[in-house]
T-cell receptor, first 112, second 112 residues
Framework: GQQVMQIPQYQHVQEGEDFTTYCNSSTTLSNIQWYKQRPGGHPVFLIQLVKSGEVKKQKRLTFQFGEAKKNSSLHITATQTTDVGTYFCAAWFLSGNTPLVFGKGTRLSVIA | DVKVTQSSRYLVKRTGEKVFLECVQDMDHENMFWYRQDPGLGLRLIYFSYDVKMKEKGDIPEGYSVSREKKERFSLILESASTNQTSMYLC???????????FGSGTRLTVV
């Protein structure tokens, strides 16, 4: 089946360092969404990207959708301990009301 | 805010028992989903529903069934619980294709 590959699986950073997670597909994506799951919590919707080359920002978080709509990234500038958690990308491959396909997530640890 | 409520946070059941996991959303969402989350495997779709009395199989429906008699309620049923169904179960809903998922807090099910 269709899938999205997310890398890295784990990332440990010192507080203040930057962090990036990548989401890749061999097939063109329709839309992509990003979610954050805090330890012991549930995934929470962050953002949706729709257009080729789209860039969106939320404070220290920058989300990007590739020109070919086959990849996406989430970049966090100057990480803080509150950024700890697992970040998931989730994508649609087809038009229509299909379920999202989730990546396996990147677990971020921030060392104070 | 949309609320997705899962009836139990923790549940312990015996092998062979019939188990009901309940999920209720309060925002009149058409679409509802059941996922299980296991370490290293990410979020895997069990079943989903786009309307009352409608259900579709996801990626791992074996051993599960669902019921959606009312729009706000989507129940996951383990017909005969087995130890390999020990997992975190997450319910989600969304208003439509261009919207993010809202997840419930999850039910951690242990089958002994």
């Amino acid at each position: 089946g269709q899938q999205v590959m997310q890398i890295p699986q784990y990332q440990h950073v010192q507080e203040g360092e930057d962090f990036t997670t990548y989401c890749n597909s061999s097939t063109t994506l329709s839309n992509i969404q990003w979610y954050k799951q805090r330890p012991g919590g549930h995934p929470v919707f962050l953002i949706q990207l729709v257009k080729s080359g789209e860039v969106k920002k939320q404070k220290r978080l920058t989300f990007q959708f590739g020109e070919a709509k086959k990849n996406s990234s989430l970049h966090i500038t100057a990480t803080q301990t509150t950024d700890v958690g697992t970040y998931f990308c989730a994508a649609w491959f087809l038009s229509g009301n299909t379920p999202l396909v989730f990546g396996k997530g990147t677990r971020l640890s921030v060392i104070a | 805010d949309v609320k997705v409520t899962q009836s139990s946070r923790y549940l312990v059941k015996r092998t062979g028992e019939k188990v009901f996991l309940e999920c209720v959303q309060d925002m009149d969402h058409e679409n509802m989903f059941w996922y299980r989350q296991d370490p290293g495997l990410g979020l895997r779709l069990i079943y989903f529903s786009y309307d009352v009395k409608m259900k579709e199989k996801g990626d791992i429906p074996e051993g599960y069934s669902v019921s959606r008699e009312k729009k706000e309620r989507f129940s996951l049923i383990l017909e005969s619980a087995s130890t390999n169904q020990t997992s975190m179960y997450l319910c989600a809903s969304r208003a439509g294709r261009d919207y993010g998922y809202t997840f419930g807090s999850g039910t951690r099910l242990t089958v002994v």
